[in-house]
């Protein structure tokens, strides 16, 4: 099974910074990584899917990179309806998809 | 509007059974692989089960011959039949559509697993 690895676990941000997560792949898997934000007693919600496809009425402020075991998400100017949990999601290995364990970020 | 919802959560023992419900509304359900996903308090995602358009279905090892993930097309619906439910089983339980990778999710319905 393909594992994916968050980095960090949490992050303290204050609003207009840059914020970067990472998330690792245990193998290859192109560009079949999504990008998830979820809040507080929310659902899930798709940001960017294919490493760097942004989602329909996402922000631009969201960017995705990577390919192969490596990708990141980044907020180039972090607003304060984006403090939430961040989860990736590999799509290589159809349909058993995992999630990597997730991002908290919060306030500083 | 293009919304799922979720039902047929609740409180159920150990060894016991329930099924959960996803209604589906403002696409063409038939057209989409559709997903549960789970989520127990304070952690993060786990994908239950798929079901292609053409009703074959997918399981992770942690449920595999308990759990059965079904559709009715014509009732724009996705079910999950879950058998000999365990406390590690206890979770908000999640439907989503699939379209490059799950664009839509339901609200959720929590599944509580004790005795």
């Known amino acids: 099974d393909i594992q994916l690895t968050q980095s960090p676990s949490f992050l303290s941000a204050s609003v207009g910074d840059r914020v970067t997560i990472t998330c690792r792949a245990s193998?290859?898997?192109?560009?079949?990584l999504a990008w998830y934000q979820q809040k507080p007693g929310k659902a899930p919600k798709l940001l960017i899917y294919?490493?760097?496809t942004l989602q329909s009425g996402v922000p631009s402020r969201f960017s995705g990179s990577g390919s192969g075991t490596e990708f990141t998400l980044t907020i180039s100017s972090l607003q304060p309806e984006d403090f939430a949990t961040y989860y990736c999601?590999?799509?290589?290995?159809?349909?058993?998809?995992?999630f990597g364990q997730g991002t908290k970020v919060e306030i500083k | 509007e293009v919304q799922l919802v979720e039902s047929g959560g609740g409180l159920v023992q150990p060894g016991g059974s329930l099924r959960l419900s996803c209604a589906a509304s403002?696409?063409?359900?038939?057209?989409?692989?559709m997903h549960w996903v789970r989520q127990a308090t304070g952690k993060g995602l786990e994908w239950v089960s798929a079901?292609?358009?053409?009703?074959?279905?997918y399981y992770p090892g942690s449920v595999k011959g308990r759990f059965t993930i079904s559709r009715e097309n014509a009732k724009n619906s996705l079910y999950l039949q879950m058998n000999s439910l365990r406390a590690g089983d206890t979770a908000v339980y999640y439907c989503?559509?699939?379209?490059?990778?799950?664009?839509?999710w339901g609200q959720g319905t929590m599944v509580t697993v004790s005795s």
């Open positions: 989503a559509r699939f379209r490059f990778a799950f664009d839509i």
């Open positions: 403002g696409f063409t359900f038939s057209s989409y692989d």
């Open positions: 079901i292609g358009t053409a009703g074959d279905t």
């Open positions: 193998q290859g898997i192109s560009s079949y």
């Open positions: 294919a490493a760097s």
């Open positions: 999601q590999q799509l290589n290995s159809y349909p058993t998809w995992t």
